[in-house]
């Protein structure tokens, strides 16, 4: 919509541990993080989100891996936004649940699609490919709008490079809702800072992208560093 693309990144700590994870995410808001991404794994990390957004700035969004009740209880804890694959929630009334909560709050889901969690019937393209990575966001997205909710952001990951470019093209053109970007297991900050300057900068000088995220293993703080001169330049 012609907003600025935010810069994203998430916590390493573990969100339970709210002391450690209020300072790495403090030290991230001053180094010009603008939204945070936190793992809830666990009821206890989902309780810990209402004390952490009491101490915070940005916006806070809960990753949801498996348990479609870890969403509830951080929908319930104030959280944000969710990140979710739907496909891996499991049934649709599961899917529903979450949905029905987001919906009351009218927070964004992120409908997250990653190339290494593929559906096998979407290899029909030849193995894992940008356009099955693409067939497996959209399929997800109709899910959710049949639900009744659009309140969504797209989120496509792949370490292979130039499918991960591909695939942002791809769906750019089949789509409206704003696209959350990066390359996805980059590594270090060497050969992860090579990795997602090549992707996201093909993505992005496209005008591919509202919001971006470098991936890097160590200290996150170096994720915002990365991303801003990536913007910058």
Do not use: W
């Not at 004390?51 to 319930?76: C, G, N, S, T, W």
């Not at 959280?79 to 987001?102: L, M, T, Y």
């Not at 130039?162 to 809702?177: P, Q, S, W």
């Amino acid at each position: 919509g012609g907003n600025p693309i935010a810069i994203q990144s998430m916590t390493n700590t573990k969100t339970e541990d709210v002391k450690a994870t209020v300072e790495q995410i403090l030290r991230l808001e001053r180094a010009g993080c603008e939204i945070i991404r936190c793992t809830v794994p666990t009821l206890e990390a989902a309780a810990a989100i209402r004390e952490i957004k009491k101490q915070i700035h940005i916006p806070l969004v809960a990753d949801i891996h498996f348990d479609y009740r870890m969403a509830l209880a951080a929908i319930e804890n104030g959280a944000d936004k969710i990140r979710i694959n739907p496909g891996n929630i499991g049934s649709v009334e599961r899917v529903k649940a979450v949905v029905d909560a987001a919906k009351e709050r009218n927070i964004p889901i992120r409908v997250g699609v990653n190339s290494g969690s593929l559906e096998k019937p979407l290899e029909k393209y030849g193995g894992v490919t940008a356009e099955g990575i693409v067939e497996s966001a959209l399929d997800k997205v109709h899910m959710i709008e049949d639900l009744g909710y659009d309140n969504l952001v797209i989120s496509i990951k792949s370490s292979d490079v130039l499918m991960c470019v591909k695939a942002h093209e791809l769906l750019a053109g089949r789509t409206v809702y704003p696209l959350h970007v990066g390359i996805t297991e980059s590594g270090t900050v060497n050969s992860g800072n090579i990795k997602s300057a090549i992707g996201l900068s093909l993505i992005l000088s496209q005008g591919i992208g509202d919001t971006i995220r470098v991936s890097l293993t160590g200290d996150p703080v170096e994720e915002i560093k990365s991303a801003k001169l990536i913007l910058r330049t």
